[in-house]
T-cell receptor, first 114, second 112 residues
Framework: SAVISQKPSRDICQRGTSLTIQCQVD?????MFWYRQQPGQSLTLIAT?????????ESGFVIDKFPISRPNLTFSTLTVSNMSPEDSSIYLC???????????FGPGTRLTVT | KQEVTQIPAALSVPEGENLVLNCSFT??????LQWFRQDPGKGLTSLLL?????REQTSGRLNASLDKSSGRSTLYIAASQPGDSATYLC???????????FGKGTSLLVTP
């Protein structure tokens, strides 16, 4: 199974600022996914990031707010821009591996916006 | 739009009990279903993956079943232990698309 690390593990940020979250995988993967888990809610997919192409965003999420980079097959970043308290969530990086498409998740980044 | 519901939302049992967590989904056009465990403030740990063509999967004290036609899955935990205390999430992958559709989870507390 893939081992995924994220940085930072948590942060407290002020309204209007931006935070970049890093995701590192221990093996090469084609697709990386970014999910958000708001307090008391289920996980929601933000975008899918393929190496060498623009990320694909889900309905309700836009590139200006959540720019994503995917410079190689083991690394991705998600930036949360111009933050507001509503952005306070856990952000999780995810990959899928194997022929059965099992999905693996990183430890998450807990973001609090004040 | 796929809706995933997990019942109960919370469950407290004494150590040693066998228990069942339920997951239902509205669209049977799924590729697979995955059960995860989430500890407080942590990421998700994959427990079991069931392909749409399978009926069940087992790992240790865990057994997951899938009835695709009725839109239901259950996670059976045998001889529960305090270390099993966590939130259990059910997620379905549709036949098309990449997004996993998650339920809100069942928060399990196993008391010594």
């Amino acid at each position: 199974s893939a081992v995924i690390s994220q940085k930072p593990s948590r942060d407290i940020c002020q309204r209007g600022t931006s935070l970049t979250i890093q995701c590192q995988v221990d093996s090469q993967v084609t697709m990386m996914f970014w999910y958000r888990q708001q307090p008391g809610q289920s996980l929601t997919l933000i975008a899918t990031a393929n190496q060498g192409s623009e990320a694909t965003y889900e309905s309700g999420f836009v590139i200006d707010k959540f720019p994503i980079s995917r410079p190689n097959l083991t690394f991705s970043t998600l930036t949360v821009s111009n933050m507001s308290p509503e952005d306070s969530s856990i952000y999780l990086c995810s990959v899928r591996q194997g022929g059965n498409y099992e999905q693996y998740f990183g430890p998450g980044t807990r973001l609090t916006v004040t | 739009k796929q809706e995933v519901t997990q019942i109960p939302a919370a469950l407290s049992v004494p150590e040693g009990e066998n228990l069942v967590l339920n997951c239902s989904f509205t669209d049977s056009a799924i590729y697979n279903l995955q059960w995860f465990r989430q500890d407080p403030g942590k990421g998700l740990t994959s427990l079991l993956l069931i392909q749409s063509s399978q009926r069940e999967q087992t790992s240790g004290r865990l057994n997951a079943s899938l009835d695709k036609s009725s839109g239901r899955s259950t996670l059976y935990i045998a001889a529960s232990q305090p270390g099993d205390s966590a939130t259990y999430l059910c997620a379905v992958r549709p036949d098309s698309g990449y997004a996993l559709n998650f339920g809100k989870g069942t928060s399990l507390l196993v008391t010594p």
